[in-house]
């Protein structure tokens, strides 16, 4: 049986067994005004007896007392009939009658910190013992015969309770919207503990069932990647590393789906140079149309913008240090969408003040681009999940192919253009000179392709920058797959590199190494690939 559509449910007795007592003792002194009895277990007993307030233990309804350090306490019959009877059935009614079990009206229960005590690092005892049992046991009784009972699992739905109960008693409506709200933080929970279990106490990497639990970081986003596409951003729960969703926004209207996804793989990138000299990362459509180095945050940024103007316009920009003055300046010189900074100086806030439409958001500290994790992407009917792309270059994989070995500097450009390769859309080939790139090609379907887009792009912008040749003459490429053939290296030659890193294993590999001896190119092997799909 099921109330009607407008029943309500006047309180007479109300169950209360929190870990988080926020507003506890204010809700409670509110049901007791109201004439409600309290019932309540071990702290949250004591702090209500504590603010003045008559509590009935949950040992008196039962007749047992808590037990086994409090693991056994409200797991009794009293307690979820109370909880789980249907009131309108007589079947019911009557098995209440003959056992003595009261109903219970109000449920107040938040469960034990287990997602606290793993993220501070706790000792695997400690944390099985914040593996709740009677909360969620509770919370899915009085959740199941929302029919009957409210149940309340936030703070922030107290008030709401209280008003309707001053008017007379929960809605049905109230009630299946914390009934929803219950489950969901139960599934929640559950998750948590089972990713516990999965990732961090067995050590699995992809286990049988994938446990995952976000929670919908505010209201919803205006669309997604198109207008007629619905949108929302959810954040993890339980311990994770913090990036462009935590990011706060210091200016401007909230941050649209495409606008999350190309700040995300503008701070990406950015985060790759975080332990080193200023760098700035311009993206258009998620992908890098400028990467720079320099002595200084404008300098960095200066550089940047010139390896490709028109993309610049209406793009992302990131920076690795706190934004200046007079960068904010350059930057707001041209149409931005938005800036990523881990923290901007006031003078360069007031900057940007006078752009409404400029968004503005700091991340703190710039995430570890070498943490683990996993990427999740949704295909029909499934998900492709793997390991987060965080494979560094070190000396000893760098392997030389070419009777000639590259110089220092050409070395330096080699190492920078990988690193920016890694954050372009395959088939990805870079061009870099002096800690900036020079060219870049993105996303086409032959290598090809993209070195004739990135040496091109590289005219188009010693064009505009009225230099007397493009900055790929002398300059180093990288491509983020090895080359099936030689022509898509010589058209790299064609452009004015003199150093070409790669992956390698290819089987036309010695067909490309003979074509880098005859230029006389410098060319090193990595060993490892970056395909970014």
């Not at 109330?3 to 007592?21: E, H, M, N, Y």
């Not at 049905?172 to 009934?179: I, P």
């Not at 190492?415 to 870079?430: E, G, L, P, Y």
């Not at 792009?457 to 900055?471: F, H």
Request: proline share 5%.
């Amino acid at each position: 049986m099921t109330a009607s559509s407008d029943s309500v449910v006047p309180a007479t007795r109300a169950l209360l067994s929190v870990s988080d007592k926020t507003g506890i003792v204010d809700l409670a002194t509110a049901l007791s005004r109201h004439g409600v009895e309290l019932v309540s277990t071990g702290g949250t007993a004591r702090a209500l007896r504590e603010a003045g307030l008559a509590v009935k233990d949950v040992s008196d309804l039962t007749g047992f007392p808590e037990m086994m350090d409090g693991r056994v306490k409200t797991l009794h019959p009293v307690v979820h009939g109370g909880l789980l009877a249907v009131r309108d059935d007589p079947a019911h009614v009557a098995s209440m009658q003959e056992h003595g079990i009261g109903a219970i009206d109000i449920v107040v229960v938040n469960l034990y910190p287990f997602e606290a005590t793993v993220a501070k690092g706790a000792a695997r005892d400690e944390v099985i013992e914040n593996i709740d049992i009677g909360g969620p046991s509770m919370v899915r009784s009085a959740a199941k015969n929302h029919a009957h009972v409210a149940i309340l699992t936030d703070p922030a739905d107290y008030q709401i309770v209280l008003d309707e109960i001053a008017a007379g008693g929960t809605t049905l409506a109230t009630r299946r919207r914390l009934a929803a709200k219950a489950f969901a933080a139960t599934a929640a929970y559950d998750s948590a503990i089972a990713q516990w279990f999965a990732f961090a106490d067995q050590g699995e990497t992809f286990p049988a069932t994938l446990p995952l639990a976000f929670a919908r970081g505010g209201e919803p986003l205006r669309y997604g990647e198109n207008p007629h596409q619905s949108a929302s951003l959810y954040l993890p729960r339980g311990p994770h590393a913090n990036g462009i969703a935590q990011a706060a926004l210091i200016q401007g209207k909230a941050p649209s789906y495409n606008n999350l996804n190309d700040a995300d793989a503008a701070l990406e990138l950015v985060a790759e140079f975080r332990d080193g000299p200023p760098a700035v990362v311009i993206v258009k459509h998620a992908n890098p149309c400028g990467v720079a180095t320099g002595k200084t945050q404008l300098e960095a940024y200066k550089a940047a913008f010139a390896c490709d103007t028109v993309s610049a316009f209406g793009g992302i920009v990131a920076v690795n240090r706190p934004l200046d003055e007079e960068t904010a300046e350059a930057i707001a010189a041209i149409f931005t969408e938005v800036v990523v900074a881990p923290d901007a100086d006031d003078p360069a806030k007031a900057v940007f003040a006078r752009k409404k439409n400029l968004r503005l958001m700091l991340t703190g500290a710039l995430p570890d681009p070498a943490r683990p994790g996993l990427m999740v992407k949704s295909i029909a009917g499934g998900l492709l999940v793997q390991g987060r792309d965080n494979g560094r270059l070190s000396e000893d994989m760098l392997k030389v192919v070419t009777r000639r070995a590259p110089t220092p500097q050409e070395l330096a450009d080699c190492r920078f253009a990988w690193t920016v390769a890694k954050h372009v859309k395959s088939n990805a080939i870079v061009y870099a000179r002096d800690g900036s790139t020079a060219g870049i090609g993105a996303g086409q379907m032959n290598r090809l392709e993209s070195a004739r887009i990135a040496a091109w792009k590289a005219k188009d912008a010693a064009e505009k920058a009225g230099w007397d040749r493009p900055r790929t003459i002398g300059c180093a490429v990288a491509s983020d797959a090895f080359f099936p053939f030689a022509d898509g290296l010589l058209a790299a030659v064609e452009a004015g590199a003199t150093a070409v890193i790669q992956p390698g294993g290819s089987i036309r590999d010695d067909e490309v190494i003979a074509a880098a001896d005859e230029a006389g190119l410098a060319m090193v092997f990595t060993g490892m690939r970056h395909f970014r799909h």
